[in-house]
């Protein structure tokens, strides 16, 4: 069994967290290292570990992940200057909590989609 990430206790409200948004199939709320003004993690209630881990009957909650971005987008008034959703997948990817999640980054420009690492 997959061991259960710190997303998964925050869902539940038993782990502290600026929750923003909650319906029954998704969770969102601010990331605890924000790396631009607004950086919401918006997460299927579902533990899906990996976006390998997806299954047929995960469309609803993984369809919902963009409502609600576009959403919290408007909300934060960043939607028409723009912004960035991303989902990272396992080590190369740089995914560091094993319970799928996609950012939410916005409020300067994030310049290009990838850089080199410097190490
Ligand atoms: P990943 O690298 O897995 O795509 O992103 C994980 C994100 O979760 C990171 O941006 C990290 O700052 C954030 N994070 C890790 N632990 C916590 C936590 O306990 N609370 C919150 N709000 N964010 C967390």
């Not at 609803?60 to 960035?84: C, D, H, N, Q, W």
């Not at 396992?90 to 080199?116: A, I, K, S, T």
């Amino acid at each position: 069994m997959t061991q259960e990430t710190i997303f998964a206790k925050i869902i539940r409200r038993e782990a502290p967290a600026d929750i923003v948004y909650q319906d029954d199939l998704v969770t969102a709320f601010r990331d605890i290292r924000p790396q631009a003004p607004v950086h919401i993690l918006i997460v299927p209630n579902r533990a899906i570990p990996t976006a390998n881990d997806v299954l047929p009957e995960d469309e609803p909650a993984l369809g919902r992940l963009f409502t609600v971005a576009a959403k919290l987008a408007r909300e934060a008034g960043i939607a028409e200057s723009g912004y960035r959703l991303l989902v990272n997948c396992n080590r190369d990817g740089g995914q560091e909590v094993y319970h799928l999640h996609m950012h939410l980054v916005g409020g300067r420009r994030l310049g290009p989609m990838l850089v080199r690492p410097t190490e």
